[in-house]
């Protein structure tokens, strides 16, 4: 028959216990106070890269991504203010808040023709084309992390992917499944037709009206009726533009 243990015991099993934790908790304060003194000097070491390679930073776009993933892993966002350190070091807050600029002007000017949602690669060869005496080249990279810096504006700014390209969203319109997967199929030749859509997603020919009606309605799709075929052809400018310029 086993002894239940005493007061004592009880007592000693305690005390135990709170050394054990104390251990932990003394154990996990130097673990932190050596991460934050190996982070602080990776940050003094970031600052020291930034300075000797600035003109790098600031001109080569491949360059400029790896320095921000370095950023990054320290926990250091340099587009966090337009001022400070980073800013006068680089100018790098100062090149993304005028490109941000530059991408919602390009959005509106262009809206009327893709109703709001206009391709990533067409976004940054248009910038390209409005910034041929600017010295920075600009990437991907750099028009997504400037466009991460609209969604303050809280005006619909956002990147949407669909299949495998990126498209820019500047107006508050949401898409659902079925009109991504449309958009999708339309990647291939720039349009779809309503007999296309019901034999490539196997829908009825309800369903496949009344999403093409919406994007109609949204300003995203273009009727085209003058094929000899008689049917009738949705273009979609935000995905048909770069496979027209580029004979894809």
Same mark, same amino acid.
């Given at each position: 028959?086993?002894?239940r243990?005493g007061i004592?015991?009880?007592?000693t099993?305690?005390?135990a ?5 104390l251990? *932990?908790?003394n154990?996990?304060k130097?673990r932190?106070?050596?991460?934050k ?7 003094s070491?970031?600052? +020291?890269?930034?300075q !000797?390679?600035?003109n790098?930073?600031? !001109?080569?776009p ?7 993933e370095?950023c990054a892993?320290?926990g250091v ?10 800013a006068?070091?680089? *100018?790098? #807050?100062?090149?993304y808040? +005028?490109?941000?600029?530059q991408?919602?002007?390009? $959005?509106l000017a262009?809206?009327?023709h893709? *109703?709001g949602?206009i391709?990533l690669?067409?976004? $940054?060869?248009?910038?390209?084309q409005?910034?041929r ?5 600009i990437?991907?990279?750099? $028009? ?7 969604k /303050?504006l ?5 990147v949407?992917?669909?299949?495998r390209k ?11 499944r079925?009109?991504n +997967?449309?958009l ?10 309503? +007999?296309e /859509? ?6 009825s020919? #309800?369903?496949a009206m009344?999403a ?10 273009m009727?085209?009726?003058g ?5 009738r052809?949705?273009?979609?400018? $935000?995905v048909s533009?770069?496979? /027209?310029?580029?004979?894809?």
């Amino acid at each position: 028959m086993r002894r239940r243990p005493g007061i004592a015991g009880l007592q000693t099993a305690v005390a135990a216990r709170d050394q054990y934790r104390l251990l *932990g908790e003394n154990v996990a304060k130097i673990r932190a106070d050596l991460m934050k003194e190996q982070l602080a000097t990776f940050r003094s070491q970031l600052e +020291e890269f930034a300075q !000797k390679h600035k003109n790098d930073i600031r !001109k080569n776009p491949t360059f400029r991504s790896q320095f921000h993933e370095m950023c990054a892993k320290v926990g250091v966002d340099p587009l966090a203010s337009n001022k400070g350190f980073w800013a006068e070091l680089l *100018g790098i #807050g100062d090149f993304y808040y +005028e490109l941000g600029v530059q991408i919602v002007e390009i $959005c509106l000017a262009t809206r009327s023709h893709n *109703g709001g949602l206009i391709n990533l690669q067409e976004l $940054c060869s248009l910038l390209s084309q409005r910034r041929r005496t600017a010295r920075e080249a600009i990437s991907e990279d750099d $028009c997504l992390r400037a466009i991460s810096k609209l969604k /303050v504006l809280g005006s619909g700014f956002a990147v949407i992917s669909i299949g495998r390209k990126k498209l820019v969203r500047s107006v508050p319109t949401e898409l659902n499944r079925d009109h991504n +997967e449309i958009l999708e199929l339309a990647q291939g030749q720039g349009y779809v037709t309503v +007999e296309e /859509v019901e034999k490539r997603l196997s829908w009825s020919s #309800g369903r496949a009206m009344d999403a093409l009606e919406t994007l109609l309605k949204e300003g995203l799709a273009m009727i085209d009726d003058g094929h000899r075929d008689g049917k009738r052809r949705y273009w979609f400018p $935000c995905v048909s533009s770069i496979f /027209v310029t580029t004979g894809a």
